[in-house]
């Protein structure tokens, strides 16, 4: 029975695993734990649930996640004011406004998405 589940089950992509925030071994365990506090949101496992996969592959490891992180802000600040501006035709400073709203709120998911790249870069997946 459980073979069949097996063969009839989709296996995740490496881009839905990284977008998704998942492990990089298995593609099913989570990196982040569920937010039930504003503290918890950068809150990572330590091991995959799934597979025990060890996230935090050395010390420091994650300090490169943050030009990943920088690169994606950096895009999303860019793109943005560059749709507000020329796309909706908005003042510099509303469409500024605006990209710092906007870049306020999607900034916990640049943190996890940076750090999901930065460990797929690393992490192959387990055959």
Known sequence: MSDCYNMN??????NSAIIGLKCPACREG??????????DLFEMYDNCPNCDQQYEIEIGFYWGAMYVA??????????STLIFMFL?????????VLM??????????????ARSIWLHAFVKKKE
């Open 30 to 39: 989570d990196l982040f734990k569920p937010v039930s506090k504003l503290s």
């Open 70 to 79: 920088y690169a994606l802000s950096s895009a999303v600040c860019m793109g």
């Open 9 to 14: 089950k989709k296996e995740r992509s490496r």
């Open 100 to 113: 710092l709203i906007l870049i306020i709120l999607v900034s916990p998911y640049i943190f996890r998405l």
């Open 88 to 96: 909706f035709n908005l003042s510099m400073m509303t469409s500024f």
